[in-house]
């Protein structure tokens, strides 16, 4: 059947399973736009600026497991995508991002909304296409689909001239992929694997360090059995939280800069590592010379450009994590560690890591609390970069993975709002609550007006310090307090919730903090809650930049009660 290029690409988004894109039009991609309503199965959701349809295809492919999808137009349309692109490729999530190019005669003529875009994201990309023949569409959506979401996970990109769009052809769609020089390597070389075994029964300290990787492949049920069987603690990177319960008695939180002491003082006096799905990024390792010097490392990751980038691994598996575990598992030996157990367990009741400080004042920190308490842990949680980012990851309890959706590798302000508009897409079952910075907020604040228009429940706590508040935390803490740029004045945020139609609410005190949280989960559809937070409160443990994992900095004693997280359960 003779199609055009538009339809041979919605065909194949089809065929993919694609449900949900977000995107804006403009010049070059109105072909694309003109089909779309011969094809109603693709709901079209329109955003305010394009980093939003890439943060809302990535918060829906985080949260659901799918490919994510975004489009707009040339030039402009284009470069505002890159961003959410550099995001998702950072954080291994799989996302097509379709964009249209000017007609290819005008190509090289500096026309009219013309970029180079695939010369600017083939860096930020796991692949890109420039689609010069109409003939080759339906093999390049195919690859796109099976590049994206298989081996490790990434963003591939595909840009369409419009007058290929245009274009009409024949359609078929292949059946399969034929690319040869991509060969993801599944089950792991069985011979490292019985090395692996052997290394974890012998073990006296062993650590789980258990990553993003885990929640990809699934294995969870893989990982907890490891763990049981052979009593190994589990600590997790940023993206990992929540792959393993956090209420487990074998869990000890996340690790890293801002991560819990003992779990970093559990990796320092490890005698064995076992990595899974994680890339040593240098926010989990600090100082990499000194990171756990008495261990050996078992690196488990499907991705060989990992093993041996950033520190030396003893044995190196390459595969997917969860086939690489079921075999491993069963040569595991049911051990006890409980002298090792014990000392972890006396770091932590020496450093707690999440306790709150004494203050009448409104903390950051209790506001997560409570929507912890309040929400009984059960809702998705998507967060901003800064501060509030990290007091999200320490304060909530993750029992379930993918409950905590961040941008960790870019570090993306603007990612909240738009990104949790594609979790609620993608998980309409859950409520989904947004922890976000006044400065975060206001990156991405328009897609307030996308929230509206496609009748999206978002529940939006802003914790407002009235400061760029992660930066004027390293300035207090490496620069003496010399505040350059970072106090950020706002707008009324309830306000700005009233100009959308939305309702809102301010709380300064800490006794509004309950009836407000309440008050949102009642409510059907978005609420704001502006929370007046402390201004200057600081993000501890913290390991300085440079510095080893055992030297963290913690909140100054005097100021701190024994509220520890796990009295809340
Ligand atoms: C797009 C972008 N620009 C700059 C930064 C650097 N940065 C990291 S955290 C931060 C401050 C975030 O402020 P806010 O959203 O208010 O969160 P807070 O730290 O105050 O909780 C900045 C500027 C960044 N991560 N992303
Ligand atoms: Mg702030």
């Known amino acids: 059947m003779r199609m055009t290029g538009a339809q041979i690409l919605c065909e194949g988004l089809l065929k993919e399973g694609v449900e949900v894109i977000f995107g804006l039009p403009g010049g070059a991609i109105i072909p694309l736009y003109d089909t779309l309503p011969q094809y109603p199965q693709l709901r079209h959701i329109l955003v305010r600026h394009e980093q939003g349809a890439a943060h809302a295809a990535d918060g829906y492919a985080r949260a659901t497991g799918k490919v994510g999808v975004c489009m707009a137009t040339s030039g402009p349309g284009a470069t505002n995508l890159v961003t959410g692109i550099a995001t998702a490729c950072l954080d291994s999530v799989p996302m097509v991002a379709i964009t249209a190019q000017v007609p290819r005669h005008l190509i090289g003529k500096d026309a009219f909304q013309e970029t180079d875009i695939t010369g600017i994201t083939l860096p930020i990309t796991k692949h890109n296409y420039l689609v010069l023949d109409v003939n080759s569409l339906a093999g390049v959506v195919k690859q796109a689909f099976h590049l994206a979401g298989s081996g490790r996970p990434g963003p591939v990109h595909i840009d369409i001239p419009r007058d290929v769009l245009s274009e009409q052809t024949e359609f078929h769609y292949p059946s399969k992929v034929d690319l040869p020089g991509y060969k993801v390597t599944l089950q792991g070389h069985p011979t490292q694997i019985k090395k692996a075994a052997r290394a974890i029964n012998e073990a006296q300290r062993p650590l789980i360090i258990a990553g993003r990787g885990v929640v990809i492949s699934r294995a ?4 907890k059995q490891l763990a049981e069987t052979a009593q190994i603690p589990v ?18 939180g996340m690790l890293g800069m801002h991560g819990m002491a003992y779990a970093n003082l559990g990796v320092s006096n490890a005698d064995l590592l076992i990595a899974i799905g994680m890339r040593f990024d240098d926010r989990v390792t600090g100082k990499i010379s000194a990171f756990a010097p008495h261990a050996h490392i078992i690196h488990i990751d499907i991705d060989p450009a990992e093993i041996g980038k950033n520190v030396r691994v003893d044995v190196p598996i390459v595969g997917d994590v969860k086939m690489v575990l ?34 009448d004042g409104l903390l950051p920190q209790y506001v997560i ?78 897609e307030l007006a996308t929230i509206v228009q496609e009748n999206i429940e978002i529940k939006i706590a802003i914790l407002n310090n009235g400061y760029l508040g992660m930066v004027r935390q390293w300035q207090d803490l490496f620069h003496e307090k010399r505040y350059v740029a970072t106090p950020l004045s706002g707008p009324d945020f309830v306000k700005i919730a009233e100009g959308y139609f939305l309702p809102g609410l301010r709380v300064t005190r800490k006794e509004e903090v309950v009836p407000a949280i309440e008050r ?23 390991v300085p930049p440079g510095a080893t994992l055992t030297e963290a900095l913690e909140a100054p004693k005097k100021e701190v009660t024994a509220w520890s997280r796990r009295s809340t359960s």
């Open 220 to 223: 969870y049920d893989e990982l």
């Open 235 to 252: 600590v997790t990177t940023l993206l990992g939280i929540g792959c393993f319960p956090e209420s487990h008695v074998l869990s000890y």
């Open 326 to 359: 079921q075999v491993l598992n069963k040569l595991i030996t049911p051990t006890e560690h409980i002298e090792w157990i014990g000392r972890l367990d006396d770091w932590r009741k020496e450093h707690p890591s999440t306790e709150i400080r004494d203050s």
């Open 369 to 446: 609390r409570k929507i912890y308490e309040v929400t009984r842990g059960e809702t998705i949680i998507v967060t901003g970069v800064g501060q509030h980012q990290m007091w999200a990851a320490q304060q909530y309890w993750y029992d379930k993975p993918n409950s905590l959706i961040s941008s960790g590798g870019l570090g993306t302000m603007g990612f909240g709002l738009p990104a949790s508009i594609g979790v609620k897409v993608g998980c309409p079952n859950n409520t989904v609550w947004l922890i976000d910075g006044d400065g975060s907020f206001q990156m991405t604040i328009q």
């Open 520 to 542: 949102a989960m009642e409510h059907e559809g978005t609420f704001l809650i502006d929370f007046m937070v402390e201004p200057e409160e600081n993000v501890y443990p913290m």
